[in-house]
């Protein structure tokens, strides 16, 4: 499974399934398996707890746009 992290700052916020909305300096990290199911988890940079971005059964149909969709997701969600 690949794996992919960033680290961004989300001024309004970010939304997740557990906890709502979380903001401020955080890390996203995507991993594709090779099936191209896609699992998208968050969290406060250094925090041990990691949560889910809402939605259910991503997958993408080429693996080898994991890299590109994960540049994507920091952009949108840094500029929530």
């Known amino acids: ?5 960033s680290i961004f700052t989300a001024t309004h916020g970010v939304m ?3 906890v709502g909305v979380i903001s401020g300096e955080l ?20 925090a041990e707890e990691w ?8 997958r993408l149909h080429d693996v080898h746009d994991h890299e590109v969709v994960h540049r994507l997701l920091v952009a949108v969600l840094e500029r929530s």
Do not use: F, H, W
């Open 51 to 58: 949560y889910t971005l809402p939605g259910k059964a991503y």
């Open 27 to 46: 890390e996203l990290r995507t991993s594709c398996n090779k099936e191209g199911d896609l699992t998208l988890r968050i969290t406060y940079v250094g």
């Open 16 to 18: 997740t399934e557990e």
């Open 1 to 5: 499974m690949e794996q992919k992290s």
